[in-house]
């Protein structure tokens, strides 16, 4: 089955870090930029951060910028958003996606095609 999973979710004081991980089943991750989303309650949701193919170019939102770093790693099939110095409104539930190749890195949800289920991240006080 041909799918992405988001895993490494859960709850965190504020301040503290989680690595959510992006794993494929079904097909390779290698040809393809991959974004990460989140989504919080009552909010649109946001694009945070994406890497290209050949994880040379990088981008971030500025809301994450500074505290979140995404990395991939090609014989594992995944990739990864490490998240460090965690705050209150990091609460929501993070996606991976994958877009076409030759479109790129970006933060735009309209140009990523397919979708994990996503994993549920909440920092507490």
């Known amino acids: 089955q041909v799918q992405l999973v988001e895993s490494g979710g859960g709850l965190v004081q504020s301040g503290g870090s989680l690595r959510l991980s992006c794993a494929a089943s079904?097909?390779?991750?290698?040809?393809?930029?991959i974004g990460w989303f989140r989504q919080a309650p009552g909010k649109e949701r946001e694009g945070i951060s994406c890497i290209s193919s050949s994880a040379s170019i990088t981008r971030y939102a500025d809301s994450v910028k500074g505290r979140f770093t995404i990395s991939r790693d090609s014989a594992k099939n995944a990739v990864y958003l490490q998240m460090n110095s965690l705050k209150l409104e990091d609460t929501a539930v993070y996606y991976c996606a994958t877009t076409a190749p030759r479109i790129g890195c970006g933060l735009g949800e309209s140009q990523y095609v397919r979708w994990g289920q996503g994993t549920q991240v909440t920092v507490s006080s």
């Open positions: 079904g097909f390779s991750l290698e040809p393809y930029p």
